[in-house]
């Protein structure tokens, strides 16, 4: 799972910058890159996330740990368009039987995958290195986003880690009362689903109940609120929004160099 509490050291240059101004250069960071559907440009982007994450304060191990889940849903994407689209173009590189892989397959895949990496990442390397708290106090003050939606983000963000723990317990607790799959693969889906179920309908009801209260407490008023920590945007918050938008720019000029750019439309 990936965690929401930030780890990167607190004193490191980029880690220490606007809440808003890391969410708006990820958000810059990832919309250019969605333009182009050839494997050059987001291999560039990775590149260049990872060479900055030393000045986020963020060890390469820490964003293994957190990134894992992004990784394993890579790799099953790789996999099932290698073996299942439609498009089969280009030379042939391993055939068996109905099972036919090419280049022009294995190419789109890549690009794909690479792809998703790149947009994601930014991502998961604003929120390890933001405290939900400051996030939300940089929505209401910088970004002027409705306090309702704000404090409803973060208490998203805090309850979030819960989940594991409830479905720790509903498993707990369906194991005691006898209810084990063991080794059938049809008995574990379902007792899966079962699971599944129950927990999100526990979510719902905690989202109702936090929507009442927050209503209780007039943050659908229209009043204006105080705010205890002050959020300040200042011209190195700006440098890094307009940086992002030079580096995506980049890896995208980079691929047109190279003649892979391959347009999104046209």
Known sequence: MIGLEPVATPGAPLARRNPVAKLAAGLVFSFVLVASLDPVAPAVAIAVELALLPLFGIRY????????????????IL????????????????????????????????????????????????????????????????AKAPARFAIGALAAFRLVPLLGQEWQMLTMARRARGVDAGRNPLARLRLFAATAFALLVGAIRRGTRLAVAMDARGFDAGTPRTVARRQVFRPADWLLVAGAAVLAGGALAVSVVLGTFRPLIG
């Open 61 to 76: 191990r820490v964003l293994a740990r957190r990134a894992w889940p992004l990784l394993a849903g890579a790799v099953g």
């Open 79 to 142: 996999v099932t368009l290698v073996l299942f689209a439609a498009d089969r173009s280009g030379p042939v590189l391993w055939a068996a039987g109905p099972l036919v892989v090419t280049s022009g397959v294995l190419v789109t895949a890549l690009g794909l995958v690479l792809r998703m990496l790149a947009v994601a990442l930014p991502g998961v390397i604003v929120f390890a290195t933001t405290d939900p708290t400051d996030l939300a106090d940089a929505l209401v003050q910088n």
